[in-house]
């Protein structure tokens, strides 16, 4: 579905999406599942897409017009470990009418050629990455996101400055940034790039160790961002312990308000326990699919 191998759509499965629910997705490209939870949760609740590269994200924006998912979607150019925005849902009836006011308008792919000539000016090259302490950019929003009507000081004003939430998303989604080592479809890339080049990609200390901090931070910012009560899925297509299994004991060891659920759905996938339980693995042996690791959350009451 969507271009994806059959392991990647079982984090989607995990997170037991329903309808009403405000999901985030904190690490949102390539996108194929974005459009997965946009069709878990049909007409209502919604949906926010983040991601810290604008051209990834923009390939988002192209599948949810493609396939016509977008209606109650939001995309932010972001970086996740800082990305602080919760559901508008929660808080539109808090907001003032004023009688002048720039609002934003029903979203629309056409702007004017001077319109673009100045994004393009002010935000450079369009692959660059998004800083940590850099404002969120929206670049799409659906006519039923919660995004139009209201003006931007409003649509930043609410943010989250605490762990303890009674309004935050109620599912969340942190398919972090790895190595890919796990996926079959990387992996057929070093046909391409050299497998001499495969120490460099994948088993560099450094790198690695580069990637575990950066998934930690993910995940204990999309953890701040869940709602109490709600749930979080953190997954990769990597097969290696220390980006699944030790980031995970590392998080639980520092947040008490977290635990680990059974995935109910996991019941009849070909898949493999991890090593921690209630954690699971898909592999080529295993599952005749590309490798994916996947760790459900839930947020306790403080």
């Not at 692959?127 to 670049?139: C, N």
Request: net charge neutral.
């Amino acid at each position: 579905m969507y271009g994806m191998d059959a392991a990647s759509g079982a984090a989607v499965f995990a997170l037991n999406v329903s309808s009403e629910d405000h999901v985030l997705d904190l690490c949102a490209a390539p996108g194929a599942k974005l459009c997965m939870l946009l069709d878990l949760l049909g007409s209502s609740g919604s949906l926010t897409g983040v991601d810290i590269a604008k051209h990834r994200l923009a390939a988002c924006r192209t599948m949810l017009q493609k396939y016509a998912l977008g209606d109650r979607c939001r995309l932010f150019v972001a970086n996740g470990t800082s990305f602080s925005l919760l559901p508008l849902q929660n808080f539109t009836d808090a907001f003032l009418i004023e009688e002048t006011r720039e609002t934003f308008k029903e979203w629309t792919p056409k702007r004017l050629w001077k319109e673009r000539k100045a994004s393009k000016a002010r935000d450079g090259i369009t692959s660059e990455l998004v800083a940590g302490t850099q404002e969120p950019e929206l670049i799409f929003y659906g006519r039923h996101s919660g995004v139009v009507g209201l003006t931007k000081s409003e649509l930043f004003r609410i943010s989250c400055c605490s762990d303890s939430l009674d309004t935050g998303y109620d599912k969340v989604l942190v398919d972090a940034e790895c190595t890919h080592d796990g996926s079959i479809k990387h992996i057929q890339k070093f046909e391409d790039w050299g497998w001499d080049t495969i120490e460099r990609r994948i088993l560099d200390a450094q790198r690695t160790d580069i990637l575990t901090n950066l998934q930690l931070q993910l995940l204990r910012n999309g953890f701040r961002l869940l709602k109490t009560g709600g749930s979080l899925v953190y997954s990769t297509c990597s097969l290696t312990v220390a980006q699944n299994e030790d980031v995970v004991e590392q998080f639980l060891s520092e947040n008490p308000h977290a635990g680990l659920q059974e995935i109910d759905a996991a019941k009849n996938w070909p898949c493999r326990s991890g090593r921690i339980p209630k954690t699971l693995r898909f592999d080529p042996l295993t599952s005749q699919t590309s490798g994916l690791f996947i760790a459900k959350f839930t947020k306790y009451a403080a």
